[in-house]
């Protein structure tokens, strides 16, 4: 069959060199969702291998427009001079480390950090020469005495993902500049909103988007916003050299995740503090850690420094609790589902019984929760039936 516009070509041309065209310009509400690896040029003297795209596209891998979109969007929010986007939040963090770590360079981060971001110190970079050690996380402007000439990066994470402690981060962040080091905050507490990372002081904050800006358990997504020139020019050659792409799809997820975050982060604030305090009037509860509340760790230096609390925290149950009995408690559950994550709609439980993160005197006794958007008197309902049956 001939090519009706041209009827010359064969019919297999026409389906790559088509020439018909919707109108182009679509002014929806919804994002666009640009895929796409190469991008074409009208004329050689155009395709300037520019990573950065600063006034024009080159390569899908350096972002479409709808990847650009996001990374702004999460720049404007955190007030970052830009943010650049990963796979997942794990590969976020590992970025960082490859950012700022070269072979001899010593790393500080807290001992209640996600194990996967030690992990990465651990497992794969002391290997290649680069040494780890942590802290304790209530260390504040006691961190200069840790610091050595060769220390490259010093991690923070607030609240500790598991055991809520609210560190000083203005204090570390003084006393690592003092000396010239770099600070990465691991900000996906405070999805980049609760907790103002650059006016603080870090360069470099990390979300896992996967979290509260995707906001339903359905992609994987990370960022990493910098603060200045220095930690742009850093985590921008390790993010171009690595190749880290993010998928146009996810992106548009998540675009849309952020339209809808203050109204979750507000409705999670509300339910996440009336169950805590309802489990702190609970005989079966030693104690409640939310960074809310003056008995969890960093208490003040969360009213200081965060304008609002989020929807993940830990119980520590009463002495005479046995891992057996936790386990009964975390399976007797119906509502919150057994699950590693938070900050989606779905409330999950998770209890870290082997983790070296946890204190071992709490270790066994520690449950985490991270309410859902599900009625708070159901989820309240679903742990009084669970901690009667256990
Ligand atoms: C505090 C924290 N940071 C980073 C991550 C990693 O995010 P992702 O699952 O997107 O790799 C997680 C995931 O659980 C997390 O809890």
């Given at each position: 069959?001939a090519?009706?516009?041209?009827?010359?070509?064969?019919?297999?041309?026409?389906?790559?060199?088509?020439?018909?065209?919707?109108?182009?310009?679509?002014?929806?509400?919804?994002?666009?969702?640009?895929?796409?690896?190469?991008?074409?040029?009208?004329?050689?003297?155009d395709?300037?291998?520019?990573w950065?795209?600063?006034?024009?596209?080159?390569?899908?891998?350096?972002?479409?427009?709808?990847?650009?979109?996001?990374?702004?969007?999460?720049?404007?929010?955190?007030?970052?001079?830009?943010?650049?986007?990963?796979?997942?939040?794990?590969?976020?963090?590992?970025?960082?480390?490859?950012?700022?770590?070269?072979?001899?360079?010593?790393?500080?981060?807290?001992?209640n950090?996600?194990?996967?971001?030690?992990?990465?110190?651990?497992?794969?970079?002391?290997?290649?020469?680069?040494?780890?050690?942590?802290?304790?996380?209530?260390?504040?402007?006691?961190?200069?005495?840790?610091?050595?000439?060769?220390?490259?990066?010093?991690?923070?994470?607030?609240?500790?993902?598991?055991?809520?402690?609210?560190?000083?981060?203005?204090?570390?962040?003084?006393?690592?500049?003092?000396?010239?080091?770099?600070?990465?905050?691991d900000?996906?507490y405070?999805?980049?909103?609760?907790?103002?990372?650059f006016?603080?002081?870090?360069?470099?904050?990390?979300q896992?988007?996967?979290?509260?800006?995707?906001?339903?358990?359905?992609?994987?997504?990370?960022?990493?916003?910098?603060?200045?020139?220095?930690?742009?020019?850093?985590?921008?050659?390790?993010?171009?050299?690595?190749?880290?792409?993010?998928?146009?799809?996810?992106?548009?997820?998540?675009?849309?995740?952020?339209?809808?975050?203050?109204v979750?982060?507000?409705?999670?604030?509300?339910?996440?503090?009336?169950?805590?305090?309802?489990?702190?009037?609970?005989?079966?509860?030693?104690?409640?850690?939310?960074?809310?509340?003056?008995e969890?760790?960093?208490?003040?230096?969360?009213?200081?420094?965060?304008?609002?609390?989020?929807?993940?925290?830990?119980?520590?149950?009463?002495?005479?609790?046995?891992?057996?009995?936790v386990a009964?408690?975390?399976?007797?559950?119906?509502?919150?589902?057994?699950?590693?994550?938070?900050?989606?709609?779905?409330?999950?439980?998770?209890?870290?019984?082997?983790?070296?993160?946890i204190?071992?005197?709490?270790?066994d006794?520690?449950?985490?929760?991270?309410?859902?958007?599900?009625?708070p008197?159901?989820?309240?309902?679903?742990?009084?039936q669970?901690?009667?049956?256990?």
């Amino acid at each position: 069959m001939a090519d009706a516009a041209s009827p010359s070509r064969h019919w297999r041309t026409t389906l790559i060199a088509s020439t018909r065209r919707p109108r182009q310009e679509f002014h929806s509400l919804a994002p666009s969702i640009h895929r796409g690896s190469t991008v074409v040029f009208d004329r050689l003297a155009d395709a300037v291998d520019d990573w950065q795209q600063t006034d024009r596209y080159t390569y899908g891998l350096y972002g479409t427009p709808t990847v650009l979109e996001l990374g702004l969007r999460i720049a404007e929010l955190e007030g970052a001079r830009h943010t650049f986007l990963a796979p997942g939040g794990q590969a976020a963090l590992a970025l960082v480390y490859l950012a700022y770590c070269r072979t001899g360079a010593h790393v500080l981060l807290p001992a209640n950090v996600y194990t996967p971001n030690l992990e990465i110190g651990r497992d794969l970079l002391t290997g290649l020469g680069v040494e780890i050690e942590t802290y304790d996380p209530s260390i504040g402007a006691g961190i200069g005495a840790r610091i050595r000439v060769d220390t490259a990066l010093v991690w923070c994470e607030s609240p500790g993902s598991i055991t809520m402690e609210v560190p000083d981060v203005p204090a570390i962040v003084a006393a690592a500049h003092a000396r010239g080091v770099a600070v990465a905050l691991d900000n996906t507490y405070a999805a980049g909103v609760l907790f103002d990372a650059f006016a603080h002081g870090v360069d470099v904050s990390v979300q896992a988007l996967t979290k509260y800006v995707g906001g339903h358990s359905d992609l994987l997504l990370g960022s990493i916003s910098v603060r200045d020139e220095a930690a742009y020019a850093r985590v921008g050659t390790a993010h171009r050299v690595l190749g880290m792409a993010v998928s146009p799809d996810d992106c548009g997820q998540a675009l849309r995740g952020l339209t809808t975050l203050g109204v979750r982060l507000a409705h999670l604030e509300r339910s996440t503090l009336q169950i805590a305090e309802w489990l702190r009037g609970r005989p079966e509860v030693a104690t409640v850690l939310h960074p809310a509340f003056p008995e969890c760790p960093g208490h003040a230096t969360w009213r200081r420094d965060f304008t609002g609390s989020a929807s993940v925290f830990s119980i520590v149950l009463a002495d005479e609790w046995t891992a057996e009995r936790v386990a009964r408690l975390v399976d007797a559950l119906r509502l919150f589902r057994i699950g590693f994550s938070w900050g989606g709609v779905t409330s999950l439980v998770m209890a870290y019984q082997g983790s070296s993160r946890i204190d071992a005197r709490l270790r066994d006794r520690l449950v985490r929760l991270n309410v859902g958007l599900e009625e708070p008197a159901d989820l309240i309902a679903d742990l009084q039936q669970a901690l009667e049956r256990a």
